[in-house]
């Protein structure tokens, strides 16, 4: 929090995108007790327990709730489902016409066990670590609902874009609407951050940039803070690049999460000098271990120690990650005094 209001840290605050997953046996044992992966996200008491588990195993300065960035298009009624092995599956919107069936309002009383595990972790975190809600930005859900799942470039989301941009205009305004309001009561429910994952917005050339990230996330920022003015939050466009200084610039996000292939001289001069920096040591290092482990750790605390820096991963830890190199990693980061 203190990094996010402007006040850089002599060794930074660190903790890692899905900080609570399968790398975790403990993770893995809650998981095999709730049943599928939806049903632990809707279950309050075990999301909060695997939100828990990865700060009393190694002390992060944040946790970020347990959930999902789709669990938003099922309370839009969507159809969703978790197939084992091959990830998330919905029904899918491709046609100007199956959009008009897109319901135009959130059902939030379908994500209140989001909001009780929220106020659960609340009420069990220590008082010092910072509690992260978050949600996926409109663009990148919206590649989901197009395809009805991922795929490798995201190409059925891009071309109706291209071919129906009022039909994928509709998709993108009802998920910013649709944010707002459930962000707003993540932060009533207890969490102190917000932040917004758009995992696929690097897909995309500078025009297209512009209108279906930079603006949509623009948006969502200014809702939020009508209601709850000098709300923190972080923006992750991944794979933006050189795009980075004009997301910062035109959204008022107060952090940029960036991913481990951002050169760091640009972030250093053109986005640091605004706003705090979250990242981005490449999480296939938590496999690597070892000299290469350090080598990287040392590498981000070089690049970005100089301003307000919170120590993260440039994606999310991966399912194979060892958590002796977590161990590791942590050691390094918090000797660190810059």
Known sequence: MEVLSGNRQASPPMWMMRQAGRYLPEY??????AGSFLDLCY???LAAEVTLQPIRRFGFDAAIIFSDILVVPHALGRAVRFEVGEGPRLDPLNS??????????????KLEPVFEALRI??????????LIGFCGAPFTV???MVAGQGTSDQGPARLMAYQHPGAFAKII?????????????QLEAGADVLQLFDTWGGILPPREFERWVIEPTRRIVAGVRKQVPG??????PRGAGALLPAFIERTGVDAVSIDWTAEPKLVREQVQTKVAVQGNLDPLLLIAGGAAL??????VLKNFSGGRHIFNLGHGITPDASIANVEQMVKRVRAFKG
């Open 294 to 299: 350090d080598e990287g750790v040392d590498d």
């Open 43 to 45: 279950n309050a008491k």
């Open 121 to 130: 972790v609340r009420s069990e975190l220590p008082k010092e670590t910072t």
């Open 96 to 109: 100007p016409d199956l959009v008009g069936t897109l319901n135009g309002a959130i059902d939030l009383g």
């Open 28 to 33: 893995r044992a809650t998981r095999a007790e």
């Open 173 to 185: 305004d009802v998920l910013v609407e649709s944010s707002i309001q459930y962000l707003l009561k």
């Open 142 to 144: 919206a590649t989901y």
């Open 231 to 236: 709300a923190k939050i972080i923006g992750f």
